[in-house]
């Protein structure tokens, strides 16, 4: 193993372990910290649902995840973050970066969450969402972790103890060796994280390259589209072109959404305006203790022979904002989690061998209610989504974050695979 990844959700994990496939390095993504061997593979990704949890949860999982992927012999560790650097004032990016820092005894690390490809980029220490800057984007309404501030250098100050700098874009663009020394001079002025501009695939590159030799990486998937040119100028591996090669598994196909960003919103619309099937799964009805699940089921059930169907819990923020009003919001999203898992271990029991999920801590869900530990990386669907499957199962997963993903995105994700 070369790389060792941390993923503070299951989506994001995917999304980096989709990046690193695309680029020849065989990469497994297993769910939550293993306690057997490492897997073959160039790179493990360990998916964690810490995203969102306390901050001391976070990094007590986060460290375990570290210490495995230490002993299997990892050279390098990866902490990746969401594209939106999705977190709270109290954590969780700052605390854990700060943590698995210590336990590896490095001075200084950046923190990158750009991935142009999707729309992220970074400059002069802002995260932009297309043209919009973060705070005037959808992000800034999101159920768990809104998102109202753009300055990537102030939002991380406040959860870190060292001392957070910037590594500007006008020292990116001059290329490795400029990022390096100053990434030198960052570190003897006493900063420890570094918040990193990118804009482009090249720049990610130039940061791949600068940093592959630095204990940790903070970032979004963005930065990992590099690291395997990098590693393999230094005579670590031979890239594999098959490395994204999944087999066919037959069987009928589901979409479970429970993101209400703006993204899933719209592909929910497109696949419900083409005239598929969808069933609309109520939190209020799941709160006063009505049979959604089974209502779902029964419904699913008499149309899967005919195609491919959707059961979703994705809403306007508005209609968000009143359920969670009404239940709070702990309460909303784990009575529509419960739901979509309960469903999806039942299709699968019922045939389906093929499914859609938009949402991480849905996409969480779903994974612990199938069973499944150990997935194996295939191609993308869209920058971020790459399919996966169930090791030593004939199951089929595309794992999609809530703000990833074309308008099509659903129809598209299931006519690649049979």
């Known amino acids: 193993m070369i790389l060792g990844v941390i993923a503070d959700d299951f989506t994001g994990a995917t999304d980096v372990a989709g990046m690193l496939v695309q680029s020849g390095l065989r990469t497994v993504q297993v769910i939550g910290v293993p306690q057997g061997p490492a897997p073959d593979a160039d790179a493990v990704v360990v998916a964690l649902k810490s995203r969102t949890a306390p901050a001391a949860a976070a990094v007590r999982e986060s460290l375990a995840a570290l210490r495995w992927l230490r002993a299997a012999g990892a050279r390098q560790f990866y902490f990746k973050v969401c594209s939106t650097f999705d977190s709270t004032p109290a954590g969780n990016i700052g605390p854990v970066a700060e943590a698995l820092m210590a336990e590896l005894d490095a001075e200084f690390a950046i923190a990158c969450p750009a991935f142009p490809e999707n729309g992220r980029t970074v400059f002069r220490g802002h995260l932009f969402v297309g043209d919009e800057l973060l705070s005037d984007s959808g992000m800034r309404d999101h159920p768990l972790t809104p998102m109202r501030d753009a300055n990537l250098v102030r939002v991380l100050q406040a959860q870190s103890r060292g001392k957070v700098g910037l590594l500007r874009y006008d020292t990116v663009a001059h290329g490795p060796a400029a990022i390096r020394e100053r990434c030198a001079a960052l570190r003897a002025g006493g900063v420890t994280l570094a918040v990193a501009d990118a804009i482009d695939n090249d720049d990610l590159r130039a940061l791949a390259e600068a940093c592959a030799e630095q204990p940790l990486i903070?970032?979004?998937?963005?930065?990992?589209?590099?690291?395997?040119?990098?590693?393999?100028?230094?005579?670590?591996?031979?890239?594999?072109?098959?490395?994204?090669?999944?087999?066919?598994?037959?069987?009928?196909?589901?979409?479970?959404?429970?993101?209400?960003?703006?993204?899933?919103n719209a592909q929910v619309l497109h696949w419900l305006q083409s005239g598929r099937p969808g069933f609309r799964v109520d939190a209020l009805a799941l709160a006063a203790e009505a049979p959604v699940a089974d209502e779902a089921l029964a419904w699913a059930r008499e149309r899967l022979a005919a195609g491919p169907v959707m059961v979703y819990a994705t809403s306007a923020p508005q209609d968000v904002k009143a359920v969670q009003s009404a239940l709070g919001v702990e309460r909303a999203g784990q009575l529509v989690e419960r739901c979509l898992a309960q469903v999806a271990s039942a299709l699968a029991d019922s045939g389906v061998r093929r499914f859609v999920v938009a949402g991480g801590e849905t996409s969480g869900a779903v994974v612990q209610a199938l069973g499944v530990s150990t997935l194996r990386i295939g191609v993308t669907i869209d920058p971020g989504v790459p399919w996966t499957q169930a090791e030593g199962r004939p199951l089929l997963l595309a794992l999609k974050s809530g703000n990833f993903g074309s308008i099509d995105f659903f129809s598209k994700a299931l006519s690649q695979v049979n």
Do not use: E, F, H, M
């Open 218 to 264: 903070t970032a979004g998937s963005g930065v990992a589209l590099g690291l395997p040119a990098a590693y393999a100028s230094r005579g670590w591996l031979r890239p594999d072109a098959s490395a994204a090669s999944l087999p066919a598994v037959g069987g009928a196909a589901a979409v479970l959404s429970g993101s209400c960003s703006t993204a899933t």
